[in-house]
């Protein structure tokens, strides 16, 4: 007798998956010829001109290495080390970036808890008590992550509400948008309605989650902020050289709809799999399922059980949360095979 | 009459070539099914066995986005902030990382004048004056480029007696092996007798100039230095989230000969580049071509005219020296027309 | 008729007050011929016998500019930038210093709310969560303050039990000692009893809080933990050339009973001053008064009334919470003055 | 027969001296009542105006713990950590500050070999060949020494060649003026003229090597360069609560003309020093004498002889050059006993 095959696709994050087969189509086209590293390659043009089609030909783009790189170098770029940014309590800056963000730019991150992942003006504006008093870090960035860690999504009014007031006191809104497709898509808006249009300053947009190898993108929406960036980029370790790897891989996700399909593919398998779970007795879903993660508590005997055969993290061990993510590649079989599995083992 | 085309491969730098095909085919055939994110994987477990058939099974190594981040936290996980590192004056770490060394580590880096790229024992003993007193950095690494910047190879004896200077000294031996195959090809040598058995501490192991897309790898000899290098690797941007896109185009570097192959190829095309150069009146090469960077002096007013068709970098302003590198993927024809062009143009 | 005279002592800051007459002798007695700078001098060495006398032989003693340079640097002598900081959310170094601790350590701090300005392993122990997983920082130190910023006082068997977890968790125990004297005064126990006796590491003994200029010791009780600190020092730029005026001061406090006397009589004299304001209607003492500070709701338009006689700070805006520090030259008539004065404009 | 009294009075540092009584005499004046902490008090306020006094009225001043702090945060002011700070080889922050710069600014130091331990456009200019190019540290500050550190003093037109230079590349010129009174003295000018008038950017007003005991002070000719500086104090650890005790000194020091007293004196009595070592045979002075330093060649087997009774720094250990300063306090009885004592043991 066999043993039980290990499931090719797990719930564990949008990160296990691979690379769309577009993707890699994008990169084994662009392996032709020389051009000239760093960025200054028709690839990496022609991939600024599609970042500028979605967010206006204003945007300053910079493409980094990865998520933590995009996210502490377009925070470095907006402030100076005694400043401070303000995140939610679950904040991936906050909490999953082992203190790259206080390394590399040397401000102090003030955090606040939220019980959906989601910075509201009303939780943060005590800590403008500071101002001006040198021996207080000065607030300067308001950091948002859309969808939010929590799986939540900001509506455009909640982030035109905390623009207005990080500008009307000199702050900048950060955008951590690690699942920026997946928020567009759970809106059915575009990219701009929910970032620029809305008052974001400053963007980290997602390569990675939504299908593509590695890579990431900062995006300014003020040119003059991007003033120093390029040097804090390569300061910073992340100005790849052979830049046309990363640059064909974004024309390949924003000139079509490729974006778009793999974040309502995953979207949509994420609310599948919340309603099957809901079923389930003992299972409780802790969040709204706006984007493509799951919460939910399961009694922690439960959880041994499932890990054996499923790798997924568990979330708040406090109170035995458990956060499932679907991808671009989720099937319906997949969901069907989890599922039935948790049922087996949560009777 | 149709005009001349643009060449397609230029001399500029290694990294200007795109990746060798069979390092795209490993990342397609990676592209299967969901695994583990951040280097918990089979592709990473393999990668990192083919590694430690080359330097021992001893070998710590960890993989990261680029070259600069090789280099600047492998030097971070032997330093303290208040300890020096000691280079050339060409090294990369001093002159093509816009700081990122100081940045990151917060030592200062005490560069010697080499006219080959090389440091010596006697060129650096120097820096010993200060130890103990707390005014005065204190020395903590030797860090050399194999192949050096000038496209030199240091020989194993060279190594071991800065490595045993190192090593009374209470320090470490560190190697930017960005171009560590070209060495060991020129020296005909494998990759062990130029590291682990001449003395070298920790290894920047290159990948992108030998024909991967991105990805170097981190090699630590004893594994002790590495203990805390996971944390330092985070909090230094540059742990991948999709790690096995990294690892198997490492896999299908070592596990055959491919790095071999590319780097004598390239190797030997930089031998005969200079050879026709040599021929060249009014040319003269400044250094010898033991792996596969060329360096010459053209005079100022070729330059300028050479570069309308071909980019390449001037390597010392002062002197118009200017540097020319070949790459895994030159052609004789290549080499046939690039020196057609410059013999028509130097007259 | 003349105008009200402008009170030569507030209730602002125990750094307000000028130095203790004995510590002013001192200087001046210390001012002959010429000795070597940056410590080692006879002065320096009869201070650090004194420092050993009170915490033991193997105390490593080293002095610093100010509080902040002790905390920080202290900190970062048994810290990687990877490290986390535990405290309470009043903490100075969470609040009081500029992000300091962020900006020179690396370190994230990880801050917890308390009611009186005590950590408790309760408080604390969720933080262990994510050790030895390379995406959360790695807590590393404990820090309290004793005497609290809340003017409270930590119970030797309190630190003890911190200092147990600490160590249990590979973790030490720092102590910000900027009123140490007034702490262990309040407890009626020597300095020994609250500090290497209760299993803290290292600690920031206050000199400037209880009568002298300027200067602050950095006190390791295990030797090793100190290996590097002198180059620290050095690095974090509070190193003073001209030691000796520091060491002289430390003897003149430590040397005879001057630090137990000043502290006795702030301490003494805060109590008193709490005991009039609970008198005063409309005043609410919010925290027990076991130091120098007294911490009181006062209702928000009597504040600015006080403000216009009185410096003082508003603690907690929120609450109209503020605080009022004695020190070792308050008077009783300043008291009775102040009280006087409140009274008249509460009524 | 008494043994040798040890001399009171060594020739090793300007900051093995004590203090001014001056000095000592405005601190204890000073100690009355109290004054709020930080800087916001009369003393400050009047040590403020004494120096636009000297420097004019738009100079912002603010005072610091020591040199190091003066240096490396106004350098910090003027600075990201992707920049350069051109600077002699023997400049203190170069060698003298345990890398300080490097850790809290970021930036890289391009340290210039110089026989006399001056900058000069010649020799610094080739530093601009990378300007605008990402992969380079980008120059953004020239720091000087005045006097230098190998007691050489820049002309008024020297110091302003190199801010021309600088203005013109979009840099500041900083001085590092631990001996400014010093240089002044020597050039028979008053401080402004070989500062802002010179074209000078920024300022470390020394204070420790003139006679106080400590405090330096951090002066800023264009307002706009200090907007921030207020915070970079406090983060980097050097703003003194009690200020009053750093600013009655700064008053003493610049109201009168003990900064001129002292600095004519111990410049009067280097160049006494210098007349009579020159006299000894085998003893070889190796700077001009223009400020308080005496730089000479003494063979290696009487410095170990000399070091017995007289403690002073072997400079450059490769030609066996020492280093003798004098300071305010030295005497024409001091300069006869040791200068009788080294012929005594050089025959």
Chains 1, 2, 3, 4 share one sequence.
């Not at 200054?40 to 206006?56: E, I, L, N, S, Y």
């Not at 939220?114 to 943060?124: A, E, F, L, Q, Y």
């Not at 003020?222 to 992340?238: S, T, V």
Request: charged content about 20%; glycine content about 6%; overall charge positive.
């Amino acid at each position: 007798m066999k043993s039980q095959p290990q499931p090719s696709r797990s719930f564990a994050s949008d990160n296990n998956a691979g690379a769309h087969q577009e993707i890699i189509d994008a990169i084994a086209a662009a392996n032709v010829g020389h051009v000239i590293a760093y960025g200054d390659d028709p690839f990496t043009a022609r991939a600024v001109k599609q970042f500028q089609k979605h967010f206006g030909k204003n945007t300053a783009v910079y493409f980094v290495f990865g998520g933590t790189g995009a996210n502490v170098l377009g925070i470095k770029a907006v402030t100076n080390p005694y400043n401070a940014v303000i995140c939610a309590e679950s904040a991936h800056i906050n909490v999953d970036e082992c203190g790259a963000p206080e390394k590399f730019t040397g401000c102090k991150l003030l955090d606040v808890a939220t019980p959906d992942g989601k910075v509201t003006v009303d939780r943060i504006k005590h800590f403008m008590h500071g101002v001006g008093f040198e021996h207080h870090v000065q607030p300067r960035v308001i950091s948002i992550s859309q969808a939010t860690e929590m799986g939540t999504v900001y509506k455009p009014h909640e982030i035109r509400s905390l623009a207005d007031f990080a500008h009307k006191n000199n702050m900048v809104l950060h955008m951590d948008g690690a699942r920026i497709a997946n928020a567009a898509v759970s809106l059915n808006l575009n990219l701009r309605a929910i970032t620029i249009d809305a008052g974001v300053d400053v963007l980290s947009f997602g390569g990675a989650k939504n299908g593509m190898l590695y890579g990431e993108a900062v995006l300014f929406f003020d040119k003059r902020l991007a003033e120093n960036f390029k040097y804090i980029r390569k300061q910073g370790m992340h100005l790849p050289s052979k830049m046309r790897f990363i640059s064909t891989q974004f024309e390949a996700l924003l000139s079509g709809d490729l974006w778009k399909r793999s974040a309502t593919h995953s979207n949509r398998l994420a609310r599948q799999l919340a309603r099957e779970l809901e079923k389930v007795p003992k299972i409780t879903l802790t969040q709204p399922v706006e984007s493509n993660g799951v919460y939910a508590i399961i009694p922690k005997k439960y959880i041994s059980e499932l890990q054996k055969k499923y790798f997924f993290y568990v979330w708040n061990e406090e109170i035995s949360e458990v956060r499932l993510m679907t991808s671009f590649d989720t099937t319906e079989e997949d969901i069907r095979e989890f599922v039935g599995f948790v049922k087996k083992i949560v009777r």
